[in-house]
């Protein structure tokens, strides 16, 4: 807005009588900075009621490299087990042998 451009652009404190030099300036610093503030709160309003795209777009694209983690880790964990279960059962067997001998 033409306001916004305004405190950037002119010291509305320039003119004021009671004010000194100093005075006027830190006003005007305030006012700028105040002015940024508002200008953030605006900007961070507007992003966190729009999605951001990009990011969803790059959100998905982890899900599914996780998903495919996760996929490998179970047939992983599902293949140790069943290693671990014939590892067993064949001691099982050896030792079943060597009883009954």
Known sequence: SSSTLDVFDVNPYESHPALSTTEMELLWEYAKLAQHIKD???????????????LLVRLRVLERKMSLVLTLFKASVWGL?????????????VDACTTTM
């Open 40 to 54: 953030l709160t605006a900007t961070t309003k507007q992003l966190s009621e729009q999605p951001d795209h990009n």
């Open 81 to 93: 087990i069943n290693e671990q279960t014939a590892t067993d059962v064949s001691g099982q067997y």
